[in-house]
Every structure is written in C-alpha cells, then in structure tokens.
Nanobody, 119 residues
Framework: QVQLVESGGGSTQAGGSLRLSCVASGSTWKICIMAWFRRASGSERERISTIRIDDATTTYADSVKGRFTISGDAAKMTSYLQMNNLKPEDTAVYYC????????????WGRGTQVTVSS
C-alpha cells in the first residue's frame, strides 16, 4: 500500500502564497502519477494538477493555471504544489493522490490539508 501525507496548508490573505508538500511512502513503485485535488465547502472535488513520475509532465486545471506550479522529487517521492496569487475562492481542503500505473482510479489519498485565503 501507499501512504500519502500532506503538509504546508494554512491561512493567508489574497495575493499571498503557500507551498504544499506530499510525501509518499510504502509501495511507491506502484505510482505513475501524483496529483493534487481540492474540495471547497459545498462543492465537488476538483482535480487541480498532476505530475507524471517518469517524465515530470504536468497538467493544470484552468482555475489555477498560471498561478499554481506542481513539481516533484522522484528520489524523495515527494510532490509539491506552489500556490501563488491566492484568491479567496482557492479556500478548500487540498488532497494529495496517487494514481497507480495501469489503474483508472486514484489508489491512494492523503488526509488533506486546509488552505484558507481571506480577502
């Protein structure tokens, strides 16, 4: 099994920055993609960014493109989400997830970390 632990959430004002980290442990050899999701109160879960372990190809949701940057350290099995120019609508619980190679659904999830952006 894979365990994921997020850190780095917190509170900031609009325009501020935060950096989230996600450390994977356990059967990390299974992981092909690491991703960040978020869920705001009363909203559906949203996938905001992904990164491939093998070639570091990234994807972003339109809602965060140009403001958030995902990166990874394959040796440490850690992914990072640098969030700049934060907006109040970015307030959510942010989750790290891992997609196993050959799988359709994400097989491991972190517990989440709260990000709160005030106006």
């Amino acid at each position: 099994q894979v365990q994921l632990v997020e850190s780095g959430g917190g509170s900031t004002q609009a325009g501020g920055s935060l950096r989230l980290s996600c450390v994977a442990s356990g059967s990390t050899w299974k992981i092909c993609i690491m991703a960040w999701f978020r869920r705001a109160s009363g909203s559906e879960r949203e996938r905001i960014s992904t990164i491939r372990i093998d070639d570091a190809t990234t994807t972003y949701a339109d809602s965060v493109k140009g403001r958030f940057t995902i990166s990874g350290d394959a040796a440490k099995m850690t992914s990072y989400l640098q969030m700049n120019n934060l907006k109040p609508e970015d307030t959510a619980v942010y989750y790290c997830a891992a997609l196993y190679c050959g799988a359709v659904d994400y097989g491991a999830w972190g517990r989440g970390t709260q990000v709160t952006v005030s106006s």
